[in-house]
């Protein structure tokens, strides 16, 4: 619990956000299956609205763009791969996660991430 006047942060990623390249309508069902496997894919873009309603004040946020490669293995590839071999996405979706895995071997792989950070006060 704050005290009055104390101040808090919260960043949290806006899922239906990410950006992937290469092909759209593979990219489009790789996305919506990254966005189905977290609780709450568009959190990030919620959050500003959430700290006002539990009566934070001076309300800030701004958008955070980032590309982690350490994440895109664990969150990307598995995630996307799996949902293929257990026939959660189609398998054409095989190509252009093949496509991505190339691209990712020669530092290539692009997929942006983005997220909110989101600061308030509570009332002195």
């Known amino acids: 619990m704050l005290r009055p006047g104390g ?8 899922c239906a956000a990410t950006v992937l390249t290469g092909d759209p309508a593979p990219a489009e ?3 919506g299956r990254l966005c189905d ?13 959430l700290l006002r309603e539990a009566g934070l004040v001076d309300v800030t946020f701004r ?4 590309r982690p490669p350490e994440l895109n293995e ?3 590839y598995s995630n ?5 071999d257990d026939g959660r996405l189609p398998a054409a979706v095989t190509a252009w996660l093949g496509e991505q895995a190339v691209a990712g071997a020669a530092g290539m792989f692009t997929v ?3 997220g909110w950070l989101a600061a308030g006060r509570v009332p002195a």
């Open 7 to 14: 101040r808090i942060a919260s960043f949290e990623l806006d």
């Open 37 to 49: 496997s977290v609780g709450e894919p568009q959190m990030g873009r919620l959050l500003p609205g």
């Open 74 to 76: 664990a969150i990307f």
């Open 112 to 114: 942006g991430w983005i």
């Open 80 to 84: 996307v791969r799996a949902a293929v």
């Open 63 to 66: 958008p955070v763009a980032f």
């Open 29 to 31: 069902l790789a996305c």
